[in-house]
């Protein structure tokens, strides 16, 4: 009987305590979205590279092909020919700005994708620290009413022992006294 009131007791203490909240959710909630949207920054400037890097494969395509018909082309057409060689060449050389900015950016956008996965990082260590040591608590918490819960059946059996043993010596002592005709 006491024992299945020790466990009720030890359930509804447990039900009192409130899950592990973390102070500091919303400010991490708050930097996981800002790392989310820098990682898209991050995917359309490595869009932009790749872009970059495939305009400069085709103007090379370009280039070949327009040397491989200046091989076969009729001598009149050279001028042509170099004229628009020349206009290739000079695209390529943008091209290849244009990839290095890009590729600047990129570089950039990364940089700060970095700086705030670290700051995430802190912040889940921080929350990990202090959920650990939440845990910690609630044990230190449960370990101590199991102690008290201890200790109070301690008593109750101790008492009911000596009220056991008190019964047991006025028996007697009737059993006795009702011998001796008192």
Not at 114 to 138: D, F, G, M, P, W
Request: charged share 40%; aromatic share 8%; with cysteine.
């Amino acid at each position: 009987m006491f024992i299945t009131q020790d466990l009720s007791f030890i359930m509804n203490a447990r039900k009192c305590n409130m899950p592990f909240q973390y102070r500091l959710q919303k400010i991490l909630d708050f930097r996981i979205r800002k790392k989310e949207e820098q990682l898209l920054v991050v995917q359309r400037a490595q869009q932009a590279v790749n872009m970059a890097e495939e305009n400069i494969r085709k103007n090379e395509a370009e280039i070949q092909a327009t040397k491989d018909g200046l091989r076969t082309a009729d001598p009149m057409m050279y001028e042509t020919y170099d004229k628009y060689l020349n206009y290739l060449w000079e695209k390529a050389e943008e091209l290849e700005q244009i990839r290095q900015k890009a590729q600047e950016q990129l570089d950039l956008e990364k940089e700060k994708l970095v700086r705030l996965e670290q700051a995430v990082k802190v912040l889940e260590k921080h929350k990990e620290r202090h959920k650990e040591i939440y845990l910690e608590e609630e044990k230190a918490a449960e370990l101590k009413q199991y102690s008290e819960l201890g200790v109070t059946r301690f008593f109750r059996q101790k008492q009911e022992k000596l009220e056991q043993e008190e019964k047991e010596v006025l028996a007697e002592l009737q059993k006795i006294e009702g011998e001796n005709g008192y």
